[in-house]
């Protein structure tokens, strides 16, 4: 039983096949990984200052659980399908993406679907990456 449903293609297959699937579970594992990096954020701005050990504790394991999601969930399988989209669509384009669904999605709304969550996730790895590194190689500054 199918989630999302298929457009049968000229071959009298629908398109997608087993990894139609991947495609919706990415969607979703995308959704609730920014949903977690708004809540961490909101988070952190709504404990800082609190001196509350609880919270601190609290937000150290969201931010953990964020982190985790990027890297082992949300980052490689996005990147994965990402990938494989564009190499299908480039070997053979009525195999996943039909012409048919020109009349309906434009070329520059089905780059922006396919590409647009995978710009976000390098963005914010770009951004965990440098400072993850200011912290671990910045400067120790003592005053006497």
Same mark, same amino acid.
């Given at each position: 039983?199918?989630?999302?449903?298929?457009?049968?293609?000229?071959?009298?297959?629908?398109?997608?096949?087993? #990894?139609?699937? @991947?495609? +919706?579970?990415?969607? !979703?594992?995308?959704?609730?990984? $920014?949903? %977690?990096?708004?809540?961490? /954020?909101?988070?952190?701005?709504?404990?800082?200052?609190?001196?509350?050990?609880?919270?601190?504790?609290?937000?150290?394991?969201?931010?953990?659980?964020?982190?985790?999601? #990027?890297?082992? @969930?949300? +980052?490689?399988?996005? !990147?994965?399908?990402?990938?494989? $989209?564009? %190499?299908?669509?480039?070997? /053979?384009?009525?195999?996943?993406?039909?012409?048919?669904?020109?009349?309906?999605?434009?070329?520059?709304?089905?780059?922006?679907?396919?590409?647009?969550?995978?710009?976000?996730?390098?963005?914010?790895?770009?951004?965990?990456?440098?400072?993850?590194?200011?912290?671990?190689?910045?400067?120790?500054?003592?005053?006497?």
């Amino acid at each position: 039983m199918a989630l999302v449903p298929s457009i049968e293609s000229p071959r009298t297959r629908p398109t997608g096949g087993e #990894l139609e699937f @991947l495609t +919706f579970l990415i969607l !979703v594992i995308q959704a609730v990984f $920014f949903g %977690i990096c708004v809540l961490t /954020d909101l988070s952190s701005l709504l404990t800082r200052g609190s001196g509350n050990q609880e919270q601190e504790r609290q937000l150290k394991k969201l931010i953990s659980l964020r982190d985790w999601m #990027l890297a082992v @969930l949300a +980052f490689p399988v996005g !990147v994965f399908v990402v990938a494989v $989209f564009w %190499i299908i669509y480039a070997y /053979d384009r009525e195999m996943i993406y039909p012409k048919l669904l020109d009349n309906f999605i434009p070329g520059w709304l089905n780059h922006g679907m396919v590409s647009g969550l995978k710009q976000m996730a390098f963005f914010y790895l770009k951004k965990n990456l440098l400072n993850s590194y200011y912290l671990l190689f910045r400067p120790s500054i003592e005053f006497a």
